[in-house]
């Protein structure tokens, strides 16, 4: 089951390498890794998934989501692994990664959601 993750991922990551006009070389460059690591990510030939960090830097370079690159990898923490597998919650993050979002905003979600999660009981 394992090697199939890594198959599925070293596909997905050697489709977007080239969908980005990157070599492998310049790849591991971006993320701090050789050439060969990824041509071995790509071929599926590594027992294990490349670490958390390593994926996300990944992620950025190749342009995906990386909430939903990290779940996809089985690497998404649990506590958002629900979240990682919905295109609006992975909208959600995204606007809150790229915006400054005050503790008033942060205070404001929070009691909308409440009072939305209190109409369901």
Do not use: C, H
């Not at 050789?34 to 950025?60: C, D, F, M, W």
């Not at 342009?63 to 909208?91: G, Q, T, V, Y």
């Amino acid at each position: 089951m394992a090697q199939q993750k890594n198959n599925n991922l070293g596909t997905l990551i050697r489709r977007l390498r080239k969908e980005e006009g990157l070599t492998q070389s310049q790849l591991g460059d971006a993320v701090g890794v050789g050439e060969s690591y990824i041509s071995k990510i790509e071929a599926g030939k590594i027992s294990y998934t490349p670490s958390e960090e390593t994926l996300r830097l990944l992620a950025q370079k190749l342009n995906i989501d990386p909430l939903k690159f990290l779940s996809m990898a089985e690497k998404a923490p649990e506590e958002l692994k629900a979240a990682a597998d919905s295109e609006n919650a992975r909208e959600f993050f995204s606007l809150v990664r790229d915006s400054r979002i005050g503790n008033e905003d942060w205070q404001d979600l929070t009691n909308t959601l409440r009072r939305r999660l209190s109409k369901r009981k």
